[in-house]
């Protein structure tokens, strides 16, 4: 079967109904050692899903095997970079990462938590945020750039010391208003195509569009390394590119709107593992 685009055409007629092999029973265990959580019970707050899958389910066999051994997955690479910048001292603190957390493995947990409230800030705030906040007000040095290759570096170590854990982001408390305003963005209709994060994760995960296999969207993987563009991509960029493919004015990295969506995106897969960084098309 073939999808053809054509003017005027509606949104359902973009997706054809079949899919790329994949091994879809398939479990992921990473170095034989740590397993993986990629199908469970949807969190109770999803209305319109019974079980939700990681997006490894969806990939082929061969991209699935890349993710199983730190040494064949590329990602992997970029944590090792990271390493290098959680020990170098930088700023007029005199401070590293490793100064006030030693190990990077302390901070195992963190990964599963995240977007999170922050009392003294009282704000919602991202790994990114969080991590740009140390560097500026412990360390004296300055900010990365919100979707730079030192942040997306910084992430995928975090997120890799605690792969294996099971996300668990708070919908509730202080964090429910934004909560609820990146739900009302998940399920809003953008560009010409008409279409909203939910026409496809949702409504046609499994299907496919144009060449893409449709996953649920989950984001318990991220950073996730794209054999598309060979490198680490964040959460952020990947809404931008979502949007834009809907041919629609987007949001910007870091913006108010992707912090929502973020927090909504990523409490839809409470239940999940932390697996980033993961292999991806």
Not at 88 to 109: D, F, I, K, N
Not at 182 to 202: K, M, V
Not at 269 to 281: A, D, H, I, T, W
């Amino acid at each position: 079967m073939k999808t053809v685009f054509k003017g005027g055409v509606t949104a359902v007629a973009l997706f054809a109904a079949y899919a790329v092999q994949a091994d879809q029973e398939a479990n992921l265990v990473i170095n034989e050692d740590i397993e993986i959580t990629v199908r469970t019970d949807a969190p109770e707050h999803l209305e319109n899903l019974s079980t939700i899958y990681s997006g490894w389910v969806f990939r082929s066999s061969e991209t699935q095997a890349l993710q199983m051994d730190d040494f064949e997955n590329p990602g992997m690479i970029f944590v090792d970079d990271a390493i290098d910048s959680w020990n170098t001292v930088e700023g007029s603190a005199g401070e590293s990462c490793a100064s006030c957390h030693g190990a990077p493995e302390e901070l195992a947990g963190v990964r599963a938590v995240y977007p999170k409230w922050n009392d003294e800030a009282e704000e919602v705030r991202t790994i990114a945020m969080q991590v740009n906040d140390c560097r500026t007000s412990q360390m004296g040095a300055e900010e990365w750039k919100y979707d730079g290759g030192d942040m997306i570096n910084m992430e995928a170590l975090i997120a890799s010391v605690s792969r294996g854990m099971t996300v668990n982001v708070a919908t509730d408390g202080p964090a429910q208003s934004m909560w609820e305003k990146g739900r009302d963005i998940y399920y809003t209709r953008f560009g010409q195509l008409d279409l909203s994060c939910a026409n496809c994760h949702e409504d046609n995960y499994d299907n496919n569009i144009r060449a893409d296999h449709l996953s649920q969207g989950q984001v318990n993987g991220f950073p996730t390394y794209r054999l598309k563009n060979a490198k680490l991509n964040g959460v952020h960029s990947r809404f931008r590119g979502c949007i834009r493919d809907t041919r629609a004015e987007t949001y910007g990295v870091g913006t108010e709107e992707f912090i929502a969506l973020e927090l909504y995106v990523a409490s839809r897969g409470n239940g999940l593992s932390v697996e980033g960084p993961s292999v991806r098309n």
